[in-house]
């Protein structure tokens, strides 16, 4: 793949991300189909990583095989017309959502881990 390649498919994956979340609100999308726009497209658009990029390997595998996988998968569950329309409408869209209640999620679970830690460590170590 070329650097141009490489460019355009980033930048069809971010209109895919905001096409999912357009298909997130849409009643015309199937409820399974939505549930995983939903997710995914909360996810990608969270400004906090559940995996931390300064992770060495780990920490790019989000960005570069679970949320590619996601968004495929999410795409493969809606309708071709309607994801067609999403796209289009994605693209027409100026703004770039963000997903606060995911960034949240993210807190609160490296949160639950580190207490989870911290209790372990307190009761190995008396």
Request: with cysteine; aromatic share 8%.
């Amino acid at each position: 793949m070329t650097l141009d390649g490489a460019k355009q498919w980033a930048r069809r994956l971010k209109r895919d991300v905001v096409a999912l979340w357009i298909a997130a609100r849409d009643p015309r999308t199937p409820w399974h189909a939505k549930v995983l726009a939903a997710a995914v497209a909360a996810y990608a658009l969270s400004p906090i990583d559940l995996v931390p990029d300064f992770i060495p390997v780990l920490g790019y595998l989000d960005d570069l095989l679970i949320v590619p996988a996601g968004i495929a998968l999410a795409i493969y569950l809606i309708p071709p017309e309607l994801m067609a329309e999403f796209r289009r409408r994605a693209e027409q869209s100026a703004v770039r959502p963000r997903s606060m209640i995911a960034a949240a999620i993210i807190v609160c679970a490296w949160l639950l881990a580190l207490a989870t830690v911290a209790l372990w460590a307190s009761r190995r170590l008396g």
